[in-house]
């Protein structure tokens, strides 16, 4: 009678049953192997343009967009590969446990479009196909929906003037009319004086620019568009 399975046995019977060496030789494997990568590159390839139709940083990076269709197709082809076999599973996590990315994510956004390459990637790799697209039909609505609306609000602008002389930032704030604004810093260096204004502005509401840029105590004006989070 034979005793209990000990873990080397299970893997044994793993390497034995799964065919591991014969498995790329089989057409239809070979063919669903084939079909879930091309199936990965186009939710890749949706997942660059919905990052690139979304973008809204300063600079964009389209190494960094083009990343995200290599990333889904890369995580799928893990998953395809490890998906058959035990042996195969644990062998590719010891080889990617040694792996460090030492690139640093700054933007959130950012963060989110990676972990949606990786996660549609291990999906459409396991063969479920429809939880790729639903993810990737919900989050672009979200993310189409969340742009148009920050679009329909008011721009936020640093006002930098320069000017010299005293009294000169009561006529700025006149000047400034109903737009919202907070000073956020005010340098003085003798009688030249720097000061840094945060102000919302509606589009096409750019009439005090030249107001300000008329007086006669004022050197200069810098108008910088504000891309940081602001709450109402």
Do not use: W
Request: one cysteine or more; glycine letters at 8%.
């Amino acid at each position: 009678m034979d005793g209990p399975m000990t873990f080397n046995d299970i893997i044994k019977k793993s390497v034995l049953e799964s065919g591991v060496f014969l498995q790329g030789t089989s057409p239809e494997i070979i063919f669903r192997a084939a079909a879930h990568v091309l199936l990965a590159l186009l939710v890749g390839l949706l997942i660059y343009l919905l990052y690139r139709k979304t973008f809204s940083g300063v600079v964009f990076s389209h190494s960094f967009a083009l990343s995200l269709a290599g990333m889904t197709i890369m995580t799928c082809v893990i998953i395809v590969t490890i998906q058959s076999n035990v042996v195969l599973s644990l062998g590719m996590v010891g080889a990617l446990s040694i792996v460090r990315y030492r690139t640093a994510v700054k933007e959130p956004m950012d963060l989110l479009f990676l972990f949606m390459a990786v996660a549609t990637g291990i999906a459409v790799g396991a063969g479920m196909f429809y939880i790729a697209l639903i993810a990737l039909v919900i989050m672009g609505a979200l993310l189409m929906i969340f742009k148009r609306r920050k679009h329909a609000r008011d721009e936020v602008y640093i006002l930098l003037v320069h000017y010299t002389g005293e009294g000169v930032d009561e006529t700025i704030r006149r000047a400034l009319g109903t737009n919202p604004y907070q000073i956020k810093s005010k340098t003085m260096r003798k009688q030249d004086v720097e000061m840094a204004i945060e102000i919302r502005v509606k589009r096409g509401g750019m009439a005090f620019l030249d107001a300000i840029r008329a007086m006669d105590q004022v050197n200069d004006v810098t108008l910088v568009q504000y891309h940081g989070d602001y709450i109402d």
